[in-house]
Each structure stands twice: as C-alpha cells, then as structure tokens.
Nanobody
C-alpha cells in the first residue's frame, strides 16, 4: 500500500487542522492505521491509531480530547482532526499502515508502510 499524507500548514495556537492520508494499492479496509509525529530534535512518537473498521481508536495522552482519528474506507482515506492546537504539536506528521489484517498498535515498529509526512507548525 502507498500512503500520501497532506493537509499540514502553519497555524496559530488554538486553531484547527485536518490532516488526510490517502492510500492506494490493496483494499484499504484490511489495514489498521496510525498517525505519528516527529518534533524537531525528538524521537518519532505515537499520536493516534484506528482499527480496520474504524470502531476502535486510541490516542496519546498529549492529544486526547483535542485530536480525532477517523477513516473512510470507501475513499481509502484516514483523517486526523486536530483542534485546540498547541505549539508543542509542531512537527512532521506521518500516517502509517500495519500489515494487512493486523490489529492497531501504538508502536511505530509495528507499522510496515509509511507516508512521506506533512509539516505542522503551530505558532504561539
């Protein structure tokens, strides 16, 4: 599966952004999906994950209540709605897919396929 993330940009603290990740290749619904981010000078970290059917989601504590992950399997797309953005949310955001028919995971090493990343910058 090939992944293309987009929707990043420069926003102010308190603003919202919607990230999208379009998938091509094999049937999208067989993949559990995740969003990760890498802040400047830091390790890549988990942000959110969603199961193949979308019925199960998980979030990092730092984004819980502010970010929402969702997917539209008919459109081969997973989304990350980011509200109440903070400067510490700045980073490159990556979407990722687990091996087909696998459950979702919060661990980056469990994901086989990665998009190219989209930059999110939140100014104070």
């Amino acid at each position: 599966v090939q992944l293309q993330a987009y929707g990043g940009g420069l926003v102010q603290a308190g603003d919202s952004l919607l990230l999208s990740c379009a998938a091509s290749g094999r049937t999208f619904s067989v993949y559990s999906m995740g969003w990760f981010r890498r802040a400047p000078g830091k390790e890549r970290e988990f942000v959110a994950a969603i199961s193949r059917g979308g019925g199960s989601t998980s979030y990092a504590d730092s984004v819980k209540g502010r970010f929402t992950i969702s997917r539209d399997n008919a459109k081969n797309t997973v989304y990350l709605q980011m509200d109440s953005l903070k400067p510490e949310d700045t980073g490159v955001y990556y979407c990722a897919a687990r091996p087909a028919y696998s459950s979702s995971s919060i661990y980056s090493g469990a994901y086989n396929y990665w998009g190219q990343g989209t930059q999110v910058t939140v100014s104070s």
